[in-house]
């Protein structure tokens, strides 16, 4: 690092003396910051949100490859999906394999990536991924058939199915619409409802970590309409994820 500031300049100290050998960053930003903090070239690692049902931050990882970076995944059971609770549509898609396994193994047979970062609660909740946890093969015909059925399932959203492109933004109202579409098409696609109620309440109540408003606060303006190349109905999409997906506020995530 060439005359760090602030905090990196105590990060910096910590590398001299010997302490610290690898200096990572772990976020939750848009992909527009990862990218332009991976750009800084002063980071040896990366730890991001990157799923099979969740794959926006894939040019993070593109870019982390080409600076020989070690990719982390964040959380890969519950942000990836609550996948140790699946609906049981989920389930019979993912067979003969679990959802935890495939999305594990969607993960690992992916050079690009290293590790993931498991927030186990319990026990069990880390030995789900025992049997993936060794396996950087490449998929097998077995995986690469489950992982076409859920491919072949977003398809069936069709002609609602938002295709996560972000070119409907920005939105007056700050409603975050890809990922409002993002848990609706789990949630219709996928039986995955109380994912996206859990994550859905997050908006308004979880600050910078999940920034955006509700779904009902659209006020049908119409600024996204020419922008969706899906040509959505977004207000109507927004209110029927709203009305699928609203319950009481629950406490924000620190607390
Ligand atoms: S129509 Fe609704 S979602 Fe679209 S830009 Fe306007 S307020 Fe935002
Ligand atoms: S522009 Fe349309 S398809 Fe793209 S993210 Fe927005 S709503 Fe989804």
Redesign the pocket.
């Known amino acids: 690092m060439k005359n760090p500031e602030g905090c990196m300049a105590a990060v910096q100290e910590a590398v001299d003396r010997g302490t610290i050998h690898h200096v990572g960053f772990s976020t939750h930003a848009p992909l527009e910051i990862i990218l332009a903090t991976i750009g800084l070239d002063i980071f040896a690692s990366v730890n991001l949100h990157y799923y099979y049902f969740n794959q926006r931050n894939l040019a993070a990882i593109e870019l982390a490859q080409q600076k020989d970076m070690g990719v982390f995944i964040i959380s890969p059971s519950d942000k990836g999906g609550m996948l140790y609770q699946p609906p049981a549509k989920l389930v019979e898609l993912c067979a003969p394999f679990t959802p935890i396994y495939l999305n594990d193994r969607f993960l690992l047979s992916d050079p690009r990536i290293h590790t993931l970062s498991l927030g186990a609660a319990n026990p069990q909740e880390f030995l789900d991924h025992a049997p993936a946890w060794d396996n950087i093969s490449p998929l097998d015909d077995a995986e690469k058939a489950a992982l076409d059925r859920l491919d072949r399932q977003f398809l069936t959203l069709q002609p609602d199915?938002?295709?996560?492109?972000?070119?409907?933004?920005p939105c007056p109202e700050t409603i975050n619409?890809?990922e409002v579409?993002r848990l609706r098409n789990l949630a219709v696609g996928f039986d995955m409802v109380e994912f996206g109620k859990y994550r859905y309440r997050m908006f308004e109540n979880a600050g910078h970590w999940f920034p955006g408003k509700k779904a009902n606060k659209c006020t049908d303006c119409g600024d996204?309409l020419p922008?969706?190349?899906?040509n959505?109905d977004?207000p109507k999409?927004l209110r029927d994820t709203h009305d699928r997906l609203y319950t009481q506020e629950g406490k924000r995530l620190w607390e």
């Open positions: 199915r938002c295709s996560q492109c972000f070119q409907c933004l619409i890809p579409l996204c922008r969706c190349p899906e959505l977004i999409l």
